[in-house]
């Protein structure tokens, strides 16, 4: 394992030459370059530092035997291209460009030039970083922030600023600031994998303003937040403004809802004001882990007690009580006053005793996830006292405590203290209570990003084929609006129940099906250019007996044609009314985004779906717990219960809909929006009546596709979605050497148990080999970047043994082994890999790492990579023999002796 990240050079440089003009003539440098020379002179950096001209007098010969990290750049756009040139020269690693206001071309053409001289550039139009442990002041963001324990990366020149200057005074440290513009070329999702891995940061803070790149984006932050906690902070949440929209579901859902459901899936927190960022910041900075969302409340005043209790309501959040037994045994020792039923009021004259039982007691219980320290000023009574309480106790609490000291002038003297002890204090009940509210959402977020999307593979199999015929019979015809004909047919071939539909083309055929289904029936409009049947009478139900059929026919479409002249119109569709056995009508659609690509939404459906405006939505691929998540999400779950005297509906068939609808959207990229409006659920099943799809030859890329191999293979053809889904078809059962068999499979994220017993069980000396340290077991951080990787980056191959145990009843069962892993990383030149391999001792010499390798090389392959290297540490004999067996050319490794590099062309 290769195991510095490759912005190392650029954020824990220990050489830098500076490209900034003469700090002596001040009036000569851009204002960028000024704040740099200040910035720079104001502290002692701990590595070199060479201040440099780009008219140097020195030869190319000097310039070659300097050599550098990183090269910061503050100069007049004309001169840049040059002073990239120069750093190449000295073979610099990474480029820092402060600029701002540059445009994408000019952007384009310095990427070009870092790129050929191979350096990866920050820049243009970034205001620089700071890494505050090794006193580097790279920016022109103001002075050098204090150290903590907090990353900031902003996309704000102008607000990085401000946000340091509130840290300053608000006594919060970073361990890294990264401040980007537009068009830079290390973006936020490099920036996000560096800091998911730096040892000194344990939680990221993101401002952000646009997304170049929906599916990188999406797997950076996600194996960030799976490692750390990320608050995001997002500009202009403004709605999508799709004037075109074509399905009621994507008139109601708004860019910026799609944005909301991205972050939740990611595991991040969002918040919604500067306010609430810092006030997340400051939970996270004082190293608060997830927790569930019931919130103890102690206070001294009911008042403010109350308006905390309401805020927990208001945002969603659970009041924390004391069990019956710990109120019982804690009433005794407080004030006469104090009630204990909902709030801990402890009463006016609680004192810092009666605080301090009052929290040991909430901590100690196990109804309560987290406490709020509420105080108001009461004479006689000491505030500092109070809040040395706190700090006393903070040291034995077990849950996150945030206090809430109110008051002005007073109370200055004790909030200093709260600070020094690093309990988040807020001036308000409400921040309080929202800041722990990020908390909380911060744990249920985590549990969306450890789905694992489900193979496609596991429900009965669609008929695709049949599902893209359609859609090329329809485009073939230029037109992008699928009859309700059609969009069943699609429907259909993903085994979704829907009503039969036939097509009447005369008013004496529809009176004909109207016969042969049975009456009552339901007549339809059949037209490509109507979009809201309703609104041109083109829906009649209840249809009873052939005379109506009939007439309803003829009505129908005179009505239509005398509405809308232009209009194409095919007939009309009769089919049978759904038996309304007590049905609620619910809505399943599907928006695309800019640039998240497919979103599913589920909601209320029928007539009154704009009105009541529900709109709860996921990324797709789905499985069982996202479907589930999703309808707890939506406002009309309320009603799946028993409601009104009806039976609770059949949420498990609500369910498989949407697994299909999931599956539909991976298999079909050409879907663009659509509405199954209404589905009927009731007691017994689910069924669509209705349906409309719109579609597009060419599918929007959610990632911009990279390196994808050839579009009939891998996973090309989920180039329009932001979440790979588990790429099943990479399973493969292969015989063992000596007997027996073996199944090599996709990590999932559920197998991070068996892979911590794997390393547990290794010899000393295999575990060194691979990990080149003595753990004798994977951290929780480590174990969750090896199981929960995205498929698009990266792909890690299993080899899963079924054990008989026999029990001592004679019992036999199957147990589950995972004895050999192999995994792949790409580099950041999105063209070459490295690759990592393990097998358990007892399973050494049976051919399971030659096959591990094997697939997964053909894996990186596919993918479109050109080369697989790896490092293996000289005295292992073992992998260097087998490396050679395998084709690998075995080199020296300049940077440590101690390594082989083992390099194959794909």
């Not at 920036?191 to 170049?212: C, H, K, W």
């Not at 029928?606 to 717990?625: H, S, V």
């Not at 068999?741 to 010899?763: F, G, T």
């Not at 069962?813 to 950041?828: A, D, M, Q």
Request: aromatic residues 6%; hydrophobic residues 45%; contains cysteine.
């Amino acid at each position: 394992m290769m195991d510095k990240h490759y912005l190392t050079p650029l954020f824990a440089p220990t050489s830098i030459i500076v490209l900034a003009g003469r700090a002596d003539a001040p009036e000569t440098l851009t204002p960028q370059a000024r704040a740099l020379h200040q910035a720079l002179r104001a502290q002692r950096y701990t590595g070199t530092l060479t201040f440099m001209d780009i008219q140097t007098s020195g030869t190319l010969a000097d310039l070659a035997q300097t050599r550098a990290d990183l090269a910061l750049i503050a100069l007049p756009a004309q001169d840049v291209a040059a002073a990239l040139e120069v750093a190449g020269r000295i073979n610099c690693r990474t480029a820092v460009v402060l600029s701002s206001g540059i445009g994408a071309a000019q952007a384009e053409q310095w990427r070009k030039i870092a790129r050929r001289e191979g350096m990866h550039l920050l820049g243009p139009n970034s205001l620089g970083i700071q890494r505050p442990a090794l006193q580097l002041n790279a920016s022109a963001t103001g002075p050098l922030a204090r150290e903590g324990s907090l990353a900031l990366v902003c996309q704000s020149g102008a607000l990085t600023a401000s946000i340091l200057d509130w840290a300053s005074n608000n006594a919060v440290g970073f361990s890294s600031v990264v401040s980007l513009g537009p068009h830079t070329d290390l973006g936020l999702s490099e920036a996000l994998d560096f800091l998911a891995n730096d040892p000194r940061t344990q939680s990221i803070v993101v401002y952000m303003e646009g997304i170049q790149n929906a599916r990188r984006f999406m797997s950076a932050l996600r194996s960030a937040a799976f490692a750390k906690p990320v608050v995001v902070l997002k500009a202009g949440r403004k709605p999508a403004g799709n004037e075109a929209a074509q399905t009621h579901s994507s008139a109601i859902v708004g860019s910026d809802d799609v944005f909301d459901a991205a972050l939740r899936r990611a595991g991040a927190v969002r918040v919604r004001s500067f306010v609430e960022l810092f006030s997340a910041a400051k939970c996270l900075a004082s190293r608060y882990r997830p927790v569930g969302k019931r919130l103890g409340l102690v206070t001294n005043g009911g008042g403010p007690g109350v308006l905390a209790a309401d805020w927990v309501n208001e945002i969603g959040l659970e009041l924390g009580r004391l069990s019956p037994e710990a109120a019982q045994a804690l009433a005794p020792q407080l004030p006469a006053l104090a009630s204990l039923t909902d709030l801990m009021d402890l009463s006016e004259e609680a004192g810092p005793e009666h605080y301090r039982l009052a929290l040991e007691a909430a901590f100690r219980d196990r109804q309560i996830d987290g406490v709020l320290a509420l105080f108001s000023p009461k004479e006689g009574v000491d505030a500092c006292a109070v809040a040395e309480a706190l700090a006393q106790a903070k040291r034995l609490a077990t849950k996150p405590l945030l206090s809430c000291w109110m008051g002005d002038a007073s109370v200055v003297p004790a909030r200093e203290i709260l600070r020094t002890a690093q309990i988040p204090n807020f001036r308000t009940p409400e921040a309080a209570v929202g800041a722990f509210g990020n908390i909380a959402s911060f744990y249920q977020n985590q549990q969306l990003l450890q789905q694992t999307p489900p193979p496609l593979t596991a429900l009965a199999k669609p008929d695709i084929e049949g599902a893209r015929l359609v859609i090329e019979s329809v485009l073939a015809e230029r037109r992008n609006v699928l009859t309700e004909m059609e969009s069943k047919t699609l429907l259909a071939a993903f085994h979704i129940p829907v009503t039969k539909t036939l097509l009447a083309r005369s008013a004496h055929e529809a009176m004909m099906i109207g016969t042969q289904l049975g009456f009552p029936v339901a007549l339809k409009i059949d037209s490509p250019d109507v979009a809201h049947k309703s609104d041109v009478g083109g829906v009649a139900l209840n249809v009873q007996g052939g005379a109506a059929a009939r007439d309803t026919y003829t009505d129908m479409v005179q009505r239509v044609a005398r509405l809308q002249p232009d209009a194409r119109i095919n007939g009309v569709t009769v089919q049978k009314m759904a038996r309304a056995r007590r049905g609620r009508e619910i809505c399943i659609g599907l928006v695309t985004d800019e640039p998240f690509g497919p979103v599913i939404t589920f909601g209320a459906g029928g007539t009154m779906i704009e009105l009541i405006n529900d709109r709860a939505m996921e990324l797709p691929p789905l499985n069982q717990f996202l479907a589930r998540r999703l309808i707890d999400r939506s406002r009309v779950a309320e009603t799946l219960g028993e409601w009104r005297g009806a039976g609770a509906a059949h949420r498990e068939a609500l369910e498989q809909v949407l697994l299909r609808v999931s599956e539909m959207v991976c298999a079909l990229p050409q879907l663009r929006e659509m509405d199954i409006n209404p589905i009927i659920v009731d007691e017994l099943s689910a069924v669509a009546v209705d349906a409309r799809i719109v579609i597009s030859d060419t599918a929007p890329g959610a990632s911009g596709g990279r390196g994808d191999g050839p579009g009939g293979l891998g996973l090309a053809h989920y180039g329009h979605l932001a979440i790979l889904p588990y790429p099943a078809r990479y399973e493969q059962i292969w015989p063992l050497r000596g007997g027996g068999e073996y199944l090599v499979r996709p990590i999932r994220p559920d197998d991070a148990q068996m892979v911590q017993r794997l390393v547990k069980e290794l010899s000393p000396e295999s575990r060194y080999f691979r990990f080149v340290s003595q753990l004798a077991e994977l951290p929780p951080s480590m174990l969750a970047r090896f199981t929960l990787i995205d498929y698009d980056r990266e792909m890690a191959l299993v080899a899963v043994h079924r054990e008989r145990v026999v029990h001592d009843d004679g019992e036999v069962s199957h147990k589950e082994r995972i004895v050999g892993v192999s995994r792949y990383v790409t580099n950041p030149d999105h063209a070459s890999c490295e690759f990592a391999l393990l097998v358990a001792d007892d399973f050494a010499g049976r051919g399971l790492g030659s096959r591990l390798m094997l697939s997964i090389m053909d894996v990186a392959r596919e993918r479109g990579l050109a080369e697989i290297q790896g490092l293996v540490l000289a005295n292992n004999p073992n992998m260097l023999k087998l490396m050679r067996r395998l084709g690998f050319e075995v080199r020296a490794f300049e940077e440590d002796p101690e390594f082989r590099l083992v390099v194959h062309q794909l």
